[in-house]
């Protein structure tokens, strides 16, 4: 079992979630955050910390969001490991709860 960071991540990248991480799987790239499956002890601690609402475990995901399971797993071979909070995205407020910003995804 994991979570999965989904589709509102995108362009906000708050990075709340990697300091609760106690096994520190957390992967960032240019717009988007992801969890590596493997590494997740399914803790749950990161899901309330995300101010966008956009973590949820594999089996919780909601409707439309399914892709992100399999997502999580490819993007976390290829990105950095981030293990402290960052400043978010410059335009993280404007772009929170906008549906859809998958197509904006930078790999
Ligand atoms: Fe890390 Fe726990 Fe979130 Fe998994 S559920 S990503 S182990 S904080
Ligand atoms: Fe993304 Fe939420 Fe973490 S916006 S970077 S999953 S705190």
Do not use: H
């Not at 799987?25 to 609402?53: H, K, S």
């Not at 978010?88 to 929170?96: H, M």
């Amino acid at each position: 079992m994991t979570f999965v960071v989904t589709d509102n991540c995108i362009l906000c990248k708050y990075t709340d979630c990697v300091e609760v991480c106690p096994v520190d799987c957390f992967y960032e790239g240019p717009n988007f955050l992801v969890i590596d499956p493997d590494e997740c002890i399914d803790c749950a601690l990161c899901e309330p910390e995300c101010p966008a609402e956009a973590i949820f475990e594999e089996d919780d995901l909601p409707e439309g969001q399914e892709q992100f399971l399999a997502l999580n797993a490819e993007l976390a071979q290829k990105w950095e490991n981030i293990t402290e909070m960052k400043e978010p995205l410059p335009e993280s407020k404007k772009w929170d709860g906008i549906k859809n910003k998958i197509e904006k995804l930078e790999r």
